[in-house]
């Protein structure tokens, strides 16, 4: 009988042992498959709806994030960037580009906040130019000039998703042109691919094909304000640009055709300079006066190198840093001086006023299509234009 008791006691013990080491083992199961999930979570691309425009088009938007915890968010909607969220030297990640909470504030009357701009970025004199003795006439958005790609140009459009690789952390957007759209010739195949890499740097790869004579100038119009915070102005941020010369303006903001050495000028940002201190003389001098402040073009050093640094903007306060790098011929500096309070800031906290954001946009020169001078911009059947633009955030 004591054998049969201890027999029994032995075979309970045995049993519960067993039942406790298979409920700890699912535990740890369910906890791994829990961090299996939350890493699959973090490396997939969201998809969430982001409303549809006046006409009825549906537009998505997307976020990248990377294993840092970098976050970029684009809308189909003219392929706009409406929030990128980087660390400042405490760790803090903040939204640094500025932009609107909805879609009906993007569609109505914006300064291109995060859009990609086309057929043609900056500003063509007059909205005419000549291909092979064949004058073109452009709307004129711009007072007298043809300015972004038009009334309706690329950053207007719903733009098509061709693609998204998680591995890659990569989104490829799509856009055809018809033929004479915004007065343009040729139907242009435009591909526009966004890649958010692991070292915190954001890629920018535009690609088109045309199956007539045209011209292309395509560019990314996000505005920057590194501190984080939109209620301050960029006004204390360093900014350095890798050019001995920059392009000279008219009245209207056209270039004259002089490359103007920047050396003795205000626009000499070869070695890094305070906006505030520099823009200051304004009242002072006239390409200042003419563009409000900053709104040139720079023409960048090495030209025809491929991929180089041609700019940065840091902000001293929070360390952010961010660098451009690209194969573009120039780049425009623009520090915001038309804003002018109007517009509400995400999450209706204030309005976005003069030199809340600055932009730093890689292209060609404005008006190339009229200067002899200028590098061509004509695509011809047959040709694929390529050009990368990378935007690199780190600190300092």
Known sequence: MN?????????????????NIQCKNDKKDKKEDSEIMENKENSVIQKKDFGATSEGEKVDLYILRNTQGMEVEIITYGGRITSLKAPDKNGKYEDVVLGFDSISQYVSDNPF???????????????????????????????????????????????????????KNSLKLSYLSQDMEQGYPGNLNT??????????????????????????NLTQHSYFNLSGDFSSTILDHEVKINADKFLPIDATFIPMGEQKNV???????????????????????????????FDHCWVLNEQNSGLRFAASAYHPESGRLLEVFTDEPGIQFY?????????????????YGKRSGLCLETQHFPDSPNQDDFPSVVL????????????KFSIK
């Open 3 to 19: 054998l049969l008791k201890r027999s029994t006691c032995l075979a309970g013990i045995i049993c519960f042992t067993l039942v």
């Open 113 to 167: 906040f995060g859009a990609l701009i086309g057929r043609y970025g900056n500003r063509i004199a007059k909205g005419e130019f000549s291909l092979d003795g064949k004058k073109f006439s452009l709307p004129l958005n711009d007072g007298e000039n043809h300015l972004h790609g038009g009334e309706k140009g690329f950053d207007k459009v719903v733009w098509k998703v061709e693609d998204v690789q998680d591995n």
């Open 191 to 216: 591909v526009v691919t966004y890649t958010l890499n692991d070292d915190n740097s954001l890629d920018v790869l535009y690609e088109a094909t045309t199956d007539k004579k045209t011209i292309i």
């Open 263 to 293: 050396e003795g000028t205000p626009f000499d940002f070869r070695e890094a300079k305070t906006i505030g201190r520099v823009i200051v003389k304004e009242n002072e001098d006239e390409q200042l006066k003419r563009g409000l402040g």
């Open 335 to 351: 520090t915001g001086n038309f804003l002018d309070g109007t517009l509400t800031q995400k999450g209706g906290v204030g309005t």
């Open 380 to 391: 011809a059947p047959g040709e694929k234009y390529t050009s990368k633009t990378s935007f």
